[in-house]
């Protein structure tokens, strides 16, 4: 059995349930631990990487969409945390960078569904975190919640969000930019070239 690595990009908000500073991924799911929880079917996404089952299931009333979360991530779904397996992928591919300016090297734990140029996890483990090219970039974090809850956001600069979400998850390393390729030998036999 291999390892799967590869590379989320992440944003910081301050989330509604438990107030902490977390790292939020681009559909939306929130990291309050690392490992991350396991990932839960939401009946719909905006994922990249479906088949036409899973885009078929996607016009079916919500409650028929959702399957049982201890299934994650379903072939014929579009549950499951999203990666790339390069970093270059990350960069050309998925919502752009926006306001996802962090990004992190992934183990991923458990059933893993890999695709032409990424993954979906039911879990993973964040490695490290690579520094972004100024830390001290002014970032909007915004409070998430649910739809009767008005939009609150501070400014704060992108090193200082990242310390307040990892503080909140644990310690993850922050590495130079330099050390984007993961681990060699995984990259090698998971993803290896034609």
Request: proline share 6%; net charge neutral; glycine share 12%.
């Amino acid at each position: 059995m291999s390892t799967v690595h590869g590379w989320r990009r992440f944003t910081v908000v301050r989330c509604n349930r438990t107030g902490e500073h977390v790292l939020k991924g681009q559909l939306g799911q929130h990291q309050h631990t690392n490992p991350s929880e396991d990932a839960r079917c939401r009946g719909g996404t905006t994922g990249m990487w479906l088949t036409e089952e899973a885009k078929a299931r996607l016009g079916k009333p919500l409650e028929e969409r959702v399957h049982s979360d201890g299934d994650c991530p379903l072939f014929d779904c579009s549950c499951g945390y999203y990666g790339f397996r390069t970093y270059e992928g990350l960069l050309s591919g998925g919502h752009g960078y926006g306001i996802w300016k962090i990004v992190g090297h992934v183990t991923c734990l458990g059933p893993v569904i890999l695709h032409t140029e990424g993954f979906r996890a039911r879990k993973y483990l964040l490695d490290y975190i690579l520094a972004p090219d100024d830390l001290k970039e002014d970032m909007t974090v915004w409070q998430t919640g649910g739809p009767n809850t008005s939009p609150l956001s501070e400014t704060m600069p992108i090193g200082v969000a990242i310390d307040l979400a990892l503080h909140t998850i644990g310690s993850v390393p922050i590495l130079d930019k330099l050390d984007r390729q993961g681990c060699r030998t995984c990259i090698e036999v998971n993803w290896p070239r034609p």
